[in-house]
């Protein structure tokens, strides 16, 4: 009984931390699916050739009006609305997010995404399953007998993730990016003059949050990377794929819905490429394995030239995240990378 009241207690002071986030609930995201830049890149895939319809036959009609009539007012033809460019890019990484949780839980800002959006339910990570290593292949490109990471704590003795990373190749090209983070291990993966700021306010969603809003509200940066560590604590907490996880999960969600907002509210959402994903999975109060339930994971994709209600046919690995990045800013992806830009997300037509 003292163990049960235990347990309880544990669930309770985590589920009331959680709901000192915001109770803002997005329950629908309006996003327009428009063309991508053209990529600096060469795409390692064939695209299928692009299919032409048959023109119609015109009909002509000869009837003439007679003397007396007043030919009717012609409309005024509207101008096609000229595609949205792609500017900025925003990386949202759920820790510890599994796909198979978001048919469970109540999210529907994540619902809104997936449905103006591309989605995979079976992306994988790299092993081992843990943090580090697999946030470290998600921006560096790279599997972690290339970049080097092979532990999950911060160890400032141990070192830098072996370059080039998604943000080196980006500040190379003149572009901005910030990190905004929940765990300071992930530190290990900024390189020296890689990133134009990395901020940990603290280990919860909604710290992380806050400060994210207050750089896209101040100065968005070119690519803004948000890690958010309140799923993966649940899950070690009260386990993976229970009430607690599924509660922190809306919690979440509605974080998320946030950011959203706001990338709306200041007019950049329609030129944002916004990718969601996680670093790994868990069973019971861990992870780690080979295991299908640690190592698979969601992977979103929203934003220009990337068409509504896609669900992603080709395979995704983890690493694959920072390449498709590079492509869709048109950047060239570093020929030491295992990843490869998920091309299937762009419209087919237009590439």
Not at 110 to 120: H, I, K, T
Not at 202 to 210: E, L, M, S
Request: charged fraction near 15%.
């Amino acid at each position: 009984m003292s163990r049960n009241l235990n347990y309880l207690c544990i669930l309770s002071i985590f589920v009331l931390t959680l709901v000192g986030c915001t109770s803002t609930s997005v329950s629908a995201v309006q996003l327009t699916s428009t063309d991508p830049p053209a990529p600096a890149s060469t795409p390692t895939e064939t695209r299928p050739p692009t299919v032409t319809a048959s023109p119609t036959t015109t009909l002509t009609s000869t009837a003439t009006l007679p003397p007396s009539a007043t030919p009717m007012p012609q409309p005024t033809p509207t101008a096609t609305p000229e595609p949205a460019e792609l500017k900025y890019v925003v990386l949202i990484s759920i820790d510890g997010l599994r796909p198979d949780a978001l048919e469970i839980a109540d999210t529907p800002t994540l619902d809104a995404l997936r449905a103006a959006g591309a989605y995979s339910a079976k992306a994988k990570s790299v092993l081992p399953s843990v943090t580090l290593v697999n946030h470290a292949s998600m921006l560096g490109g790279m599997g972690p007998d290339k970049h080097g990471i092979t532990w999950n704590v911060l160890d400032p003795e141990a070192g830098k993730i072996k370059g080039p990373t998604l943000f080196s190749v980006a500040h190379e090209a003149g572009l901005s990016a910030v990190m905004v983070v929940g765990k300071p291990k992930l530190e290990h993966i900024v390189l020296p003059d890689s990133v134009d700021a990395f901020y940990q306010p603290g280990y919860t969603d909604r710290q992380v949050v806050n400060q994210a809003l207050e750089i896209i509200d101040t100065d968005q940066p070119d690519i803004l990377f948000i890690h958010l560590p309140d799923v993966d604590t649940a899950g070690h907490l009260t386990g993976w794929m229970g009430l607690g996880q599924l509660l922190a999960i809306n919690l979440t969600d509605r974080l998320i819905g946030n950011i959203v907002s706001a990338l709306k509210d200041e007019d950049v959402l329609k030129n944002t490429l916004l990718i969601i994903t996680a670093d790994h999975g868990g069973s019971g109060l861990a992870h780690g394995t080979d295991s299908p339930e640690d190592s698979t994971i969601p992977w979103l994709a929203v934003g220009p030239g990337i068409p509504a209600g896609v669900t992603i046919k080709q395979d995704i690995i983890i690493y694959d995240t920072a390449a498709t990045i590079l492509y869709a800013l048109g950047l060239p992806i570093p020929e030491s990378w295992d990843g490869r830009p998920v091309t299937e997300i762009f419209d087919q037509d237009e590439k």
